[in-house]
């Protein structure tokens, strides 16, 4: 064995209680750590890779010098940038176990990890109101998530044309048409990775100063639509949290015909709220949905998780022919259900926050960042909201000259004490601060609105 392998193998208890201790005092630094460091202090370049590395200790050592002092605290409570969750205690610990344990979960010829991830999904199923006629798959985030849902919507329009795209390809299809109000950019992506073009998303008309679809246009969009078609509807959009009225789309499906996926990435988790429920009401009538894990669930980077009704479909899309694997079979082994052949055990985090706090405790994660970002929105001063606090994003721009230099500015002077994301709504850039971090509290609301104030005198007077 390698010198340095050998001498850190011996050593590994020490190293692994420093590296420990190195976590602990990041995690108890968040707090007062920049949200976003200065981003002109770049490291030294490290120059080529050395022949004898020095083992553990010595990486250990240069991450501490170069790395960790310029990593942001997106773990933090104040980093209200892109739908950012942080890692619950729980979760954490389920993620140091998955790197321990290093398991590749996809085959049942070593089952165990596939038995946790289908347990895990069932509670996923319950916490967001789905029925049992959805079956679910972990993937790696959001953007894989809509991909899968999309690739089985793609076989679907095959099964209803005759054609079997998985073996004759795209091609067979024909032109495809998918309609939505406010698809998020991950929709146009995974149509271009599946052969389906970006150009097959039609944009539907939203009702009028909303990001929900107008459901009256819709019908008409798809009384106008030659054949089966793909629509998806949106359970939270990025700029302003809007949901179309997933039951009224489910009902035109009865009389169109088409694959519904919603695609509910951090919406889906109003399900958990009383207040909000009724905002995913009809959730269960999609074909397939998207959820985002890494984002409102707060378990690590990266986690998400597909659910559909047609996992015949799913196998049909993702099946993968070799020797030394299981047939399908009525239940498929999780290597014949996504682009993956192997993926580590990221079930296993989410297992552990749904193990340790329940319903219950994800409940108040939720409400706490929904009280959060109402409470943000009513206390900015001498900002403009742009839309009504919904769940859990706030959109505003400066009252007056809002141009993104000015907006980009704000931010950038802003960043140490919090960091948000910007956007454009209704013509004008803005910027969007939002709330799925399970520490953030009432104080890290008065420092947000406090700082946003400051700086917002600062810039009227430079």
Not at 147 to 169: H, P, Q, Y
Not at 306 to 318: E, G, K, N, P, S
């Amino acid at each position: 064995m390698y010198p340095d392998l050998a001498a850190d193998l011996d050593q590994l208890p020490a190293l692994l209680e420093e590296a420990r201790q190195r976590a602990v005092g990041f995690l108890a630094g968040l707090d007062d750590r920049p949200v976003i460091p200065r981003q002109a202090d770049r490291p030294t370049p490290a120059g080529p890779l050395q022949e004898n590395g020095g083992g553990l200790r010595a990486a250990l050592a240069e991450f501490d010098e170069r790395w960790e002092p310029r990593l942001s605290a997106s773990a933090g409570p104040r980093y209200f940038g892109f739908v950012t969750g942080g890692a619950t205690p729980a979760a954490l610990v389920g993620d140091w176990l998955t790197a321990t344990a290093d398991q590749n979960s996809n085959s049942s010829l070593d089952p165990a990890g596939q038995h946790l991830e289908r347990e895990t999904v069932g509670w996923l199923r319950e916490l967001f109101g789905l029925s049992s006629a959805h079956s679910g798959t972990f993937v790696s985030g959001a953007t894989m998530s809509n991909t899968v849902g999309l690739a089985v919507a793609r076989e679907w329009l095959g099964e209803r044309l005759g054609v079997d795209v998985a073996e004759d390809g795209v091609a067979a299809l024909g032109r495809v048409r998918v309609l939505s109000g406010s698809a998020h950019s991950s929709v146009s992506k995974a149509l271009s990775v599946l052969g389906l073009g970006r150009t097959a998303l039609t944009a539907v008309p939203n009702l009028p100063g909303r990001e929900a679809v107008d459901v009256a246009a819709l019908e008409r969009a798809l009384a106008e639509t030659d054949g089966p078609c793909i629509v998806v509807a949106n359970a939270g959009t990025v700029n302003t949290v809007d949901f179309d009225d997933l039951s009224a789309i489910a009902a035109l499906r009865e009389q169109y015909g088409f694959w519904l996926h919603v695609d509910a990435a951090f919406g889906a988790f109003a399900a958990l709220s009383p207040e909000h429920a009724q905002l995913v009401a009809g959730l269960d009538r999609a074909d397939s949905v998207c959820v985002d894990l890494h984002k409102w669930l707060n378990v690590p980077y990266d986690s998400a998780v597909q659910f559909t009704r047609r996992r015949d479909l799913q196998a049909r899309v993702f099946q993968n022919a070799a020797a030394y694997l299981g047939p399908i079979g009525e239940h498929p082994d999780l290597v014949h259900l996504t682009p993956e052949n192997s993926h580590r055990l990221r079930a296993l985090a989410a297992w552990f926050t749904l193990r340790a706090y329940g319903r219950a405790g994800h409940r108040e994660i939720v409400e706490r960042c929904t009280t959060g970002a109402r409470a943000l929105g009513e206390a900015i001063d001498g900002l403009r909201l742009l839309a009504p606090v919904r769940l859990n994003v706030v959109c505003f721009t400066l009252a007056g000259d809002p141009t993104p230099d000015r907006l980009a500015a704000l931010a950038a002077e802003l960043s140490g004490e919090a960091f948000l994301t910007p956007t454009r709504y209704a013509g004008l850039p803005a910027l969007r601060a939002a709330f799925s971090n399970w520490r953030t509290t009432e104080a890290d609301v008065r420092r947000t609105a406090e700082a946003l104030a400051g700086t917002v005198r600062k810039l009227g007077t430079d």
